[in-house]
């Protein structure tokens, strides 16, 4: 069974728990605080697998996550990380948060693996809270929570060129012909179910992905049919390849074909729907009215608009090396970078800190801000990055931590303290 879409719900692993011990052995007074750290919980991660070519595997089993750290023990002895749970998914998958419909990742072009959920930090033992003033620190921290997330994942097929058009105008027949791939072809009334993809190899000039995607209906830009199940994958092409039959063996007009399936294009994303067209009009070999000339007609109607009509033959292959070579020449005239869905949807942006509490205190000849509304934005946050900093500077002010320190007569220089972390204060 071909999946092309699933929703599974991911968690990253939860932070282990500082420990709060103290030393106490023989002939060792006043050993002082031991508790260890607790290991870091496991980042959730997608990563490509180029063997695999549906979501099939996240149609029945929809719960996954990462392994917990585990607790810091004595002695100063460091909790155990929590593995990271790698999910692969096929080249083109799209990670979109099942709320917002935002896009979270698209695992295509250079984007191989990425962290969609980091793991909660491990919380500090005491060992890290002794100071002058307080040589018995009766408090570890605790690892910071999960972060847990449903999603939907997303097979957009990546292809050059999408062969679209109507059920049984040929399609599959044109891609058995150029390609290597291997399509059911017969004379059905109904559409190809799964989309197809073969390379074409061209003598003398570039070649490229070809991918005959299932057929359309009219209305299925509102779902009608397979609706959204063929738009989905057309989104990623370059230029289209509009099949038409040009015979009209289905009792149907190919002029009218045309305007049918681009009303729905349009309908369903105008962007998509202005990219370049090229008309293969088909089945001429099946023409016997020499009064009526469809191909003509065809030209007549789409040249004067920049669509260019090759009459061609899927049977008995007449006038395919001219469509090919003609899409090759047009690929190089367009952008070659690969169509990639940025990202919308950012997991740590989504952190809430406004109802948590926190403190700001001098101890020791530095301002120590301590509390949940801390801890929390320190596990989610990589102040070794630069978006990561740029968040803690934004946080800060936004919070309203800064300002409290200025009230509390913050100088130039002075050194702030947030559990693990220090740093001097500079306007």
């Known amino acids: 069974m071909f999946a092309d879409r699933a929703k599974i ?23 002082g605080p031991d508790g260890g750290d607790g290991g870091h919980g496991g980042d959730l991660i997608f990563e490509v697998d180029e063997g695999l070519n549906t979501l099939v ?26 593995k990271d749970l790698v999910l692969r998914v096929p080249e083109g998958t799209v990670i979109k948060e099942s709320v917002t419909g ?24 005491n060992q890290h809270f002794a100071t002058s003033t307080m040589q018995v620190p009766k ?19 990546i292809a050059d ?41 061209l003598d003398g000039a570039k070649g490229f992905v070809m991918a005959d995607i299932p057929g359309l209906i009219e209305g299925a830009s509102e779902g009608v049919g397979l609706g959204h199940e063929f738009l989905r994958h ?6 289209m390849i509009h099949v038409v039959d040009a015979a009209g063996t289905e009792g149907r007009d190919p002029v009218d074909d045309i305007h049918k399936i681009n009303a729905e294009l349009a309908a369903y994303n105008p962007e998509i729907a ?49 469509l090919l070579y003609y899409v090759s020449n047009e690929l190089q005239k367009l952008d070659q970078k690969p169509v990639v869905f ?38 989610y946050t990589n102040l070794d990055s630069e978006k990561g900093f740029a968040f803690f500077q934004k946080f800060l002010k936004d919070s309203g931590i800064l300002a409290d320190l200025e009230r509390a007569g913050i100088q130039e220089g002075d050194t702030v303290r947030m559990y693990g972390l220090q740093f001097d204060y500079y306007k």
Do not use: W
Request: net charge negative; with cysteine.
């Open 161 to 201: 060129v999408g062969l679209i058009g109507f059920p049984n105008v040929g399609k599959s027949t044109l891609l058995s012909r150029v390609t290597n791939a291997e399509p059911k072809i017969a004379n059905y009334h109904f559409t190809t179910l799964n989309p197809n993809l073969g390379v074409v190899d």
């Open 342 to 379: 940025e990202q919308e949807y950012f997991p740590d942006d989504e952190l809430i800190y406004e109802d948590l509490p926190y403190t700001v205190e001098q101890a020791d000849g530095m301002y120590v801000v301590e509390g949940p509304k801390i801890e929390k934005m320190l596990g």
């Open 9 to 31: 719900l991911i968690r990253s692993g939860k932070g282990g728990d500082g420990h709060c011990s103290f030393r106490r052995e023989l002939y060792v007074p006043n050993g």
């Open 274 to 322: 202005e990219r370049p067209q090229v008309i293969a009009a088909n089945k001429t070999d099946l023409i016997y009215d020499p009064e009526d000339d469809p191909v003509q007609r065809l030209k007549d109607e789409f040249e004067p608009k920049g669509i260019k009509v090759f009459p061609i033959s899927g049977a008995t292959g007449k006038g395919i090396s001219d």
């Open 139 to 157: 408090y570890a921290q605790p690892g910071q929570p999960a972060r847990e997330l449903e999603v939907n994942l997303e097979l957009k097929v």
């Open 234 to 239: 057309i989104e990623r092409t370059k230029l």
């Open 102 to 125: 935002k896009v979270i990742a698209d695992m295509s072009g250079e984007n191989r693996r990425q962290v969609v959920l980091k793991g909660g930090r491990g919380g500090l033992g």
């Open 57 to 82: 595997d996240y149609r029945h089993k929809r719960k996954f996550a990462a392994e917990d750290g585990e607790q810091g023990g004595k002695r100063r002895c460091h909790g155990k990380d929590g």
